[in-house]
C-alpha cells in the first residue's frame, strides 16, 4: 500500500533579478510503500532539498502533486498546515533543530505541546520512546550538556512522538562522528523493521546503504533506483557508489 505518492512534479524558480527561471525539478515520479525504509541520494543542485521541502509541505509545486495517504497536500489549507505536519510527518535534521534553552524532554514534547495534549499523556508518550533511544537518563539536560550523537537522539525522540505516518530525515548524519552515525543508522533500521516508514536524503553512501531503496536525482528528475533485494549493506554500499560514479562520469547505468 503507497503511503506517499509523487507524481509528474515540476518546481520552476524564477530570480529575483532578472526574471530568469530555474527549473529544479522536472517530472519527478516515484511512490514510498507504507514500511518502506527510502534513501534519495544526488549531487548539489541535483534538486534534493526542493523535493525535501516539496513533501514537507513546505513548499508548494509549480506542477504535479504529492499525495499522502491520499490527500494532496498542496491543496492543504494554509491555517491547517501546521497541524497537518505535526500529525503526519516527523523531521529529522543535520543541524537538530533542538531549542537550547529547552531540556531535551521539554524538545521532544514540544509538537504535543503545540497540539495541545496533556502532560500525563505526553509523559507517557515519551517514555517508552526514550528508553528505545537511550537517552532516559538525558531528559532533564539541555543540547549544550550532550553529544552530538545524544542530539540528534532526542531530535529523532521529537519526530516519533506524534506517531507520525513518515519521517523526512535531511542528512541526518552530517553532523555527527563514525560511532554516532553508526548508532543513529541503527537505529533507523530497528525503526523501520517495526514498521515506520522512513524517506531521509542524504550524500553518504553509507547512510543510504542501510535503506531498502536508494532513488537517483540528476537535474532535477529521479534518474535511476536501486533496491536492496538480498544485498548485505557493505554490497549496497558498493552499488551505490559504482551508480555515483557513473552518474557524476555521465556512464549509462544497468
Not at 51 to 63: E, R
Not at 78 to 88: C, G, I, M, Y
Not at 115 to 142: C, F, Q, W
Request: hydrophobic share 40%; charged share 25%; proline share 3%.
Amino acid at each position: 500500500m503507497s503511503i506517499l505518492e509523487v507524481n509528474n512534479l515540476k518546481k520552476i524558480y524564477t530570480t529575483r533579478f532578472g526574471g530568469n527561471q530555474v527549473m529544479a525539478l522536472k517530472n519527478v515520479t516515484f511512490t514510498v510503500e507504507k514500511g518502506e525504509y527510502v534513501a534519495i541520494m544526488g549531487e548539489s543542485g541535483s534538486g534534493k532539498s526542493t523535493l525535501l521541502n516539496i513533501l514537507a509541505a513546505l513548499d508548494k509545486p509549480t506542477a504535479g502533486t504529492v499525495m499522502l495517504e491520499g490527500k494532496d497536500i498542496a491543496k492543504i489549507k494554509e491555517s491547517t498546515l501546521a497541524q497537518f505536519r505535526r500529525d503526519n510527518l516527523g523531521f529529522v535534521f543535520q543541524d537538530f533543530h533542538l531549542l537550547d534553552t529547552f531540556s531535551l524532554e521539554d524538545n521532544i514534547y514540544l509538537p504535543m505541546v503545540l497540539a495541545k495534549n496533556t502532560y500525563p499523556k505526553m509523559r507517557e508518550r515519551l517514555a517508552p520512546i526514550a528508553k528505545k533511544l537511550g537517552i532516559s537518563d538525558l531528559m532533564k539536560k539541555y543540547p549544550y550538556e550532550v553529544s552530538g550523537g545524544q542530539k540528534q537522539r532526542a531530535a529523532v525522540a521529537r519526530a516519533l512522538i506524534m506517531e507520525p505516518k513518515l519521517i523526512l530525515a535531511d542528512e541526518p548524519t552530517g553532523a555527527l562522528d563514525s560511532k554516532a552515525t553508526d548508532s543513529l543508522l541503527s537505529l533507523f533500521s530497528s525503526l523501520n523493521e517495526e514498521g515506520q516508514t522512513i524517506l531521509m536524503v542524504t550524500h553518504s553512501v553509507k547512510a543510504a546503504s542501510h535503506a531498502g531503496r536508494v532513488l537517483f536525482i540528476k537535474d532535477g528528475e529521479v534518474f535511476h533506483q536501486l533496491y536492496r533485494g538480498n544485498s548485505s549493506n557493505q554490497e549496497l554500499y558498493q552499488k551505490i557508489s559504482d551508480t555515483l560514479t557513473l552518474l557524476s562520469t555521465g556512464g549509462d547505468v544497468q
